[in-house]
């Protein structure tokens, strides 16, 4: 949509934060990868350069070595907040993350809680298949109105919480939870390999 076009990081944020510069051309330090014990962390820009973004992590994907694949947006492919939706970010990063099983979304933006089902190709990952799990999560004290349009997709949603995320790897499992700043466990799920 256009106005995901118009948009743009402020100029503050390369000062504020030292990030590595291994993403595309014009989008060091807002687009980028390590490798941290197991795990390929990939952080993408959801403002602008989207055609970029996606070619680019086409390629980092297909030579990935980690056993364990997790992706980072602010915008949500799998809006749970207001009457948000965002199709262009679906077409185009849903293939990739599909082909590469990638096997954890995290983002942001709608203030609300959702986690998916594992999913594939949009839908809910038909038994057996493996699929990727997406969650939006708000850590602020704004909240918004829950979105009806994918809650067939949710496994948990949550309104009106405040939240941080736990996510614990090992060889074989990757466990998640959302907590409360009091320690309340509101969600929590494995991944097994």
């Known amino acids: ?16 934060y030292t990030l590595p510069e291994n993403g595309p051309a014009g989008l060091e330090e807002t687009v980028y990868w390590l490798d941290y014990q197991g795990v390929r962390i990939i ?5 602008e350069k989207l055609e970029e973004q996606r070619d680019w992590l086409a390629r980092l994907l297909r030579k990935n070595p980690a056993p364990w694949t997790v992706v980072g947006i602010h915008q949500q492919l799998f809006s749970t907040g207001s009457d948000r939706d965002n199709p262009e970010l679906q077409k185009l990063f849903l293939p990739i993350v599909d082909q590469n099983r990638v096997d954890l979304v995290l983002q942001g933006h709608d203030h609300t809680y959702g986690r998916t089902y594992p999913l594939k190709g949009g839908h809910i990952a038909a038994g057996g298949e493996k699929g990727t799990v997406y969650v939006v999560s708000s850590s602020g004290a704004k909240f918004y109105e829950q979105n009806p349009r994918y809650l067939n ?3 948990k949603t949550t309104l009106d919480t405040q939240l941080f995320q736990v996510i614990e790897v090992g060889e074989n499992t990757l466990h998640f939870r959302a907590e409360t700043a009091n320690g309340d466990v509101v969600d929590e799920f494995t991944l097994t390999k």
């Open 1 to 16: 949509n256009s106005l995901l076009a118009t948009r743009q990081l402020t100029p503050l944020w390369k000062p504020h």
């Open 43 to 47: 952080i993408l820009n959801g403002s």
């Open 153 to 155: 997709l949710m496994a």
